[in-house]
């Protein structure tokens, strides 16, 4: 079984209530989407994710005052060497949003690509397909793990100790959570495995390795057939759910690439939310 990501070049803008519905369901299964020659401006991309749900507007240094549902993703800085954006020019490790919160319910990520760079490339990987490849008997044990998520700076990316980035990743307190976990609209099983804060785990109320949890899964779990990958040319917009898929970068050579990044959940379009 492979990962089949949805694609297309229709205006997404343009589509009905009941389209992006059918879409966004097609997206929590299929775990990505790739669209081309999206036309946009920042309130028009807005406006679009606003009709799947609400957008999260942290208000931080990467989300213009102007436009606070916007994360900026670059490697530019202003004239003062300072920051504007999130994820700089460094190799990104895989993840999701909101790993070490304690909870998360903006699991729609997309990205809209406003200056590529031919030289990097993003990477998804869907881990509910991995776990439906299990036996019966390996699929009960990994039910029965909870595991604990910390951010840890120096796994997923590094960050100087004067970041503003490492800030407000560093105030979330983290969770504990199922390895497998359901999803709240599909129902479908998969693993949640940001494996680079993974920091505890359990068998039931019994504290095991977690180290052997992740050395074990990463060979299940990130297998070829179970990955896609995508270099963004001007236009394209990606998204993910983010329960059913972790995602991973490779370095930034052109600081001038810019991605326009927005997370929300499925309020406004689904029926059995679950938050």
């Given amino acids: 079984m492979l990962i089949s990501p949805i694609r297309g070049d229709a205006q997404l803008k343009m589509f009905s209530n009941d389209a992006l519905k059918t879409f966004a369901t097609e997206v929590q299964t299929q775990g990505v989407a790739v669209f081309h020659g999206q036309e946009l401006n920042q309130q028009e991309y807005i406006d679009l994710c606003k009709r799947f749900g609400e957008c999260e507007a942290p208000d931080q240094f990467m989300n213009p005052k102007e436009y606070p549902e916007l994360f900026l993703v670059t490697g530019k800085r202003d004239s003062d060497g300072n920051k504007i954006g999130m994820f ?21 990520i997309s990205l809209f690509c406003v200056q590529e760079d031919i030289n990097t490339t ?11 490849q299990l036996s019966n008997e390996q699929q009960e044990y990994y039910r029965t793990i909870k595991i604990k998520i910390k951010f840890k700076n120096n796994t997923l990316y590094d960050l100087e100790d004067d970041d503003p980035e490492l800030v407000f990743m560093s105030a979330n307190k983290g969770s504990i959570r199922n390895l497998v976990d359901v999803h709240p609209h599909t ?7 940001p494996y680079h804060f993974i920091c505890g785990a359990w068998e039931g109320k019994t504290k095991i390795d977690h180290e052997k949890i992740v050395s074990e899964l990463m060979p299940i779990i990130f297998k070829p057939q179970y990955q896609t990958h995508h270099i963004f040319k001007k236009g394209d917009l990606l998204i993910m759910d983010q329960f ?7 370095p930034v050579l052109d600081n001038n690439r810019l991605l326009w990044r927005i997370a ?3 309020t406004k379009i689904s029926d059995a939310y679950a938050g």
């Fill in 244 to 250: 059913t898929t972790l995602h991973r970068r490779t």
């Fill in 122 to 132: 993003l990477s998804v990987c869907h881990t509910g397909i991995p776990f439906k």
């Fill in 187 to 193: 129902g479908e099983e998969y693993f949640y495995f």
């Fill in 88 to 108: 700089g020019d460094t190799e990104l490790g895989w993840h999701s949003n909101g790993n070490s919160r304690h909870q998360i319910d903006k699991i729609m």
């Fill in 264 to 266: 929300n959940d499925y």
